[in-house]
């Protein structure tokens, strides 16, 4: 048995494996692109090493892609095969739990035994990181805040992972509405440990969520290095960036930034095709053409109609394929939707029934001008959209779709509670988009007639 950089005992025999492996830690809390070389070279040295083989179970399960379930199954196999060759310790036995639980459905159990682990070793950061994703993807903000702030107390200054602990801690703070805290908790993280792209971004959402564009914009200035050594989240941390620019009405700045950062890497992965479409959505509810940006993505989107891990990811594939009007794809993903919708037993599914199919057809109407329809969809979704997961910012693209349809459809007083509730969960704040609509509103109920609302 030998100590990782964490102070946690793991079943490994030379000093060049624990070296591989504290980079695989500290890789995975900085969101590295050099994770995957540091976990291979793990599992080179230590073919046998049960624990390396669950991570890299749940690094692919993550990965919300339906061709990675297979590699996730088979680092499952390999993982109980280990443990049946060298005994391991309780602890690493519940991470090969929490694979084989998300396996079959149910992250939700998954974190379960992650918090099982952080109740005997909550200095665990890899534990508490892996509760902390996991929750992320089921949209579960509060028991985000819970995990962290309950093995808060066991981290000491020294801690190599109390900083990247802060930037989930400034992560959770923001999306549970705590925004003074959260800002405080991830300038703290990023003092500590400079390479915590997670805790920068989290300031970053907290400028988003309070309509304070420009010390957003602040805040990244010079700070690039934070998320330069990044894996593919270092496209998200520009996408944050454009829509800050956005909502300043820099749209060359946003072009820019869409071309040679957030998809010169015309990459598949859900959460990069995520930070496109929804730029791309929003930049057409302001009435600016983007050109052909649409194609490619839904290109890729097209192929994925049948993947059903996530219907975050699947709302922002149908981005796509209504943005380039593609209607037998967006047909063939509706249809996949209620398939899944119908099972609704575990999970994945459930969430495919609620928020997912509603809103599934609310992005449809919507992209064939069917505005009163579209409304209604989303309308009927909103209330549960936290369930699809990801963080508040990600999905306020169909909060302004639900808005725009609303208002095209002549909704004014629906629209104008839904303004409203947007701004009370924003502590108030008002981004420069929620503004122009209430302006729309105004001049609409001035001019005597609620259907006189221009699309833009």
């Known amino acids: 048995m030998k ?138 903000a509060e028991g985000m805040r819970r995990s962290i702030e309950r093995v808060m107390p066991a981290y000491a200054p020294d801690h190599p992972g109390r900083g990247y602990l802060l930037g989930c801690h400034s992560f959770a703070l923001e999306e549970t509405g705590a925004y003074e805290k959260a800002e405080i908790a991830g300038r703290q993280a990023l003092w500590m440990v400079s390479d915590d792209a997670w805790g920068l971004h989290a300031v970053a ?61 015309k990459t598949d992965d859900y959460r990069d095709i995520s930070n496109a479409t929804s730029l791309l959505s929003r930049l057409e509810l302001e009435g600016v053409n983007v050109g052909n940006r649409w194609e490619e993505l839904a290109d890729l989107s097209a192929t994925r109609t049948e993947d059903g891990c996530l219907i975050f990811a699947d709302l922002h594939y149908l981005l796509a394929l209504t943005g380039d009007n593609r209607p037998d794809a967006t047909a063939r993903m509706l249809s996949r939707i209620h398939k899944d919708a119908k099972q609704a037993n575990d999970d994945t599914t459930q969430r495919m029934a609620d928020p997912g199919l509603a809103a599934a057809l609310g992005l449809e109407a919507f992209g064939d001008g069917q505005y009163g329809t579209a409304f209604d969809h989303l309308s009927t979704a909103r209330g549960s959209m936290q369930l699809a997961g990801g963080s508040h910012a990600q999905r306020d693209v169909f ?20 303004l409203d509730d947007r701004r009370a969960k924003r502590a108030g704040g008002e981004d420069n988009y929620a503004l122009a609509r209430r302006t729309l509103i105004a001049a609409a109920r001035d001019s005597g007639d609620a259907q006189s609302v221009p699309a833009e």
Not at 399 to 418: P, Q
Request: glycine share 6%; proline share 3%.
């Open 3 to 140: 100590q990782d950089i964490f102070g946690q005992m793991n079943t490994l025999t030379q000093p060049a494996s624990v070296d591989a492996w504290n980079g695989v830690l500290l890789g995975f809390m900085a969101h590295s692109a050099v994770t995957p070389q540091h976990l291979g070279k793990v599992l080179e040295l230590e073919p046998d090493f049960a624990l390396a083989h669950a991570v890299k179970g749940m690094f692919m399960v993550l990965l919300g892609r339906r061709e990675m379930l297979p590699v996730a199954t088979e680092a499952l196999a390999t993982a109980n095969a280990a443990m049946k060759k060298q005994p391991v310790s309780a602890r690493e036995r519940l991470y090969v739990d929490a694979l084989g639980l998300w396996l079959a459905g149910y992250p939700t159990k998954a974190t379960q035994k992650f918090e099982e682990v952080l109740r005997d070793h909550p200095q665990d950061s890899l534990a508490m990181k892996l509760s902390h994703a996991t929750r992320f993807v089921l949209g579960d």
């Open 205 to 265: 959402h907290v400028h988003e969520m309070t309509g304070n564009a420009q010390l957003g914009l602040d805040w990244l200035a010079g700070r690039e290095d934070a998320w330069a050594h990044c894996n593919n989240f270092r496209y998200h941390v520009w996408w944050h960036k454009a829509l800050m620019h956005l909502d300043l009405g820099h749209v060359d700045h946003v072009m820019e930034l869409y071309d040679q950062n957030i998809r010169q890497d």
């Open 399 to 418: 909060e302004r779709i639900t808005i725009d349809s609303g208002l095209r459809a002549g909704r004014l007083d629906a629209v104008e509670r839904i």
